[in-house]
């Protein structure tokens, strides 16, 4: 879009929920409109506030903000990172778009593998730098912007951050009773906004609190609201992966709210089927087994074009407690570092890297994963003293990784799909307020550590619940108001199929074609011999990889879309 006297040009992707607000701040300064969309809104607040625009939106956008008068370019993404700012310069070219694919498109930019990126994922099954795959190619990260002027050939770069998390500011001094009343109002308010729409509006459903506290919510803005449901096939599955299919609980509250309810059910195969087509719009290997994702994202394209989901619950109210009490029991942050990096290993243990990566060793020895992990904490000031300091640490890490991950994922599989994810839980209001409510709210046994495997599979969230009652205390209070106790006191359940037994079982050959093959590309990067091993300890039930089986399976397919043959 561009200005009325072409000075200024905006691209623009996502949704600003406050839009009408801003137009009349607008306005009154003197700003006239010719559409009744968010588009001009934000062409018009840069125009106004420029940098100071974006502390003002509340929504999900990344944008490109062009001065033509002073050649200048403007990139920013929104707070959290719900929509993708991809970036690169390379050959005197400077190129920014949403996609990867669409960068690859440019004759300058080249595909080819950042092999330190690569050690990075198999630590974490993440990357936290902005540094992509993609060696030269970098994501902009949450909550910042990057200003470039172009002058004869010269290029001057300005970076900052217009927000970023706080944990670590003073608690509020509410009682809790209050402070639930609050997460009342402002989960209200957010549904409501987000139920916003001029197209058929949807809701994910699963069996926990998060995304039934927003279904439950939305079915009061929305008539007839429809929610989707993915299930798997259990009839070859035994033991603590039975709890993996979600739709028995996912259907009770539907039938509580009187939703159209919709669900699709995922066998061994479907992994298999879907996988080459994952890859290629994930562009980039991120957290989780997300294939279920996309047969999700499919689901609800049938019959919805913006849809609900409750991501954001567990990263702002402590629900993943079984973590971050891993270090609570330390006394200073290079102590706490140490802990929680060994935890967060989640796909290589150090001591496994080496051996695996040895064909490409010589290029990567110096990568220090550990030193990638602390510079996330990098623009943290106060030391922590207390064992609330060192949880607020934790929840500021999976909030700035994990979270990011999953969002990525969410928005990239959805918008394959052609429909539009919003995230409540991630109302600025809401979480303006989350990150003032004091630890000793959100869980109950601070200071208590409770060492569990985070590669163990199943029963992990749920055992130590049962032990324990803890995470998202405060929220579970809120939410006794819109669910039955049943549904307000399960456990965290994550959003998995059961892969361990399919990967020994029905999906046993495609794992070993795939990644076993003479002909594999990732045989390039890593020893054959070594990754042999480790794929039959999972097949001899010695050990569950289910994780890495399906990060390899990942790149393998990468490798085959991106890089060119050797």
């Not at 949704?15 to 409109?33: D, M, S, T, V």
Request: hydrophobic share 40%; net charge negative.
């Amino acid at each position: 879009m561009l200005s009325d006297d072409r000075q200024f040009a905006l691209v623009f992707n996502g949704l600003i929920y406050n839009f009408r607000e801003l137009r009349k701040e607008l306005e009154a300064r003197g700003h006239r409109f010719k559409s009744s969309g968010d588009t001009e809104v934000v062409l018009n607040s840069l125009m106004e506030w420029g940098i100071g625009a974006l502390e003002k939106f509340n929504g999900m956008f990344a944008i490109g903000f062009w001065n033509a008068a002073e050649r200048t370019l403007l990139l920013a993404r929104d707070r959290y990172g719900i929509k993708p700012l991809y970036y690169s310069r390379q050959h005197g070219v400077f190129v920014f778009a949403s996609e990867i694919k669409s960068l690859l498109q440019h004759p300058a930019v080249n595909a080819s593998l950042d092999k330190r990126v690569l050690l990075e994922y198999f630590t974490f099954q993440n990357t936290f730098q902005t540094q992509t795959l993609f060696k030269d190619i970098e994501i902009l990260s949450a909550g910042s912007f990057m200003s470039l002027q172009f002058n004869q050939g010269e290029v001057r770069k300005n970076e900052g951050v217009f927000w970023d998390f706080d944990f670590s500011s003073p608690p509020n001094k509410a009682s809790k009773a209050e402070n639930i009343q609050q997460v009342q109002a402002l989960l209200e308010q957010a549904v409501a906004r987000q139920c916003v729409s001029d197209v058929s509006v949807g809701a994910y459903l699963s069996s926990g609190i998060d995304s039934s506290a927003v279904a439950v919510l939305a079915a009061q803005s929305v008539p007839d609201l429809k929610t989707y449901t993915v299930g798997f096939d259990m009839s070859s599955v035994s033991g603590i992966e039975i709890s993996f299919d979600e739709r028995e609980s996912a259907r009770s509250t539907a039938a509580l709210i009187g939703s159209q309810h919709h669900e699709t059910v995922l066998s061994a195969g479907d992994l298999e089927r879907c996988i080459s087509k994952l890859v290629w719009h994930l562009e980039e290997p991120r957290v989780g087994q997300s294939y279920p994702n996309l047969y999700a994202a499919e689901l609800a394209s049938e019959s919805s074009k913006v849809v609900l989901s409750g991501t954001g619950g567990d990263e702002l109210f402590a629900g993943y407690p079984w973590r971050y009490f891993r270090a609570s029991g330390t006394s200073s942050m290079s102590e706490f570092v140490d802990a929680y990096y060994l935890s967060w290993q989640r796909l290589m243990p150090n001591k496994q890297i080496r051996r695996v990566f040895q064909p490409i060793w010589d290029d990567v020895s110096d990568v220090w994963t550990r030193e990638i992990f602390e510079n996330v904490f990098s623009d943290l000031d106060r030391a922590p003293s207390a064992p609330e300091d060192f949880i607020n640490r934790s929840l500021y890490f999976e909030a700035k990784t994990f979270l990011h991950g999953l969002l990525v994922v969410e928005d990239k599989l959805s918008m394959s799909q052609g429909i539009e994810t919003r995230v409540p839980f991630l109302d600025n209001d809401l979480v303006d307020f989350s990150l003032t409510v004091p630890v000793h709210q959100k869980l109950n046994n601070i200071g208590t550590v409770e060492k569990l495997n985070e590669n163990e599979i199943g029963d992990k969230p749920d055992r130590y619940f049962s032990n324990t009652r803890d995470g998202k205390i405060i929220l579970r209070e809120a939410l006794k108001r819109y669910l039955p106790e049943n549904v307000s006191s399960r456990p965290k359940q994550g959003f998995s199929g059961p892969d361990a037994t399919w990967f020994k079982g029905e999906s046993i050959d495609f794992v070993h074609d795939k990644i076993l093959s003479p002909n594999a590309r990732l045989n390039e990067f890593m020893e054959k011999r070594v990754l042999s091993e480790i794929i039959h300890s999972h097949m001899r039930g010695e050990k569950n990889q289910r994780l890495l089986i399906w990060s390899l399976l990942n790149f393998e397919y990468w490798c085959e879309h991106f890089l060119s043959s050797p």
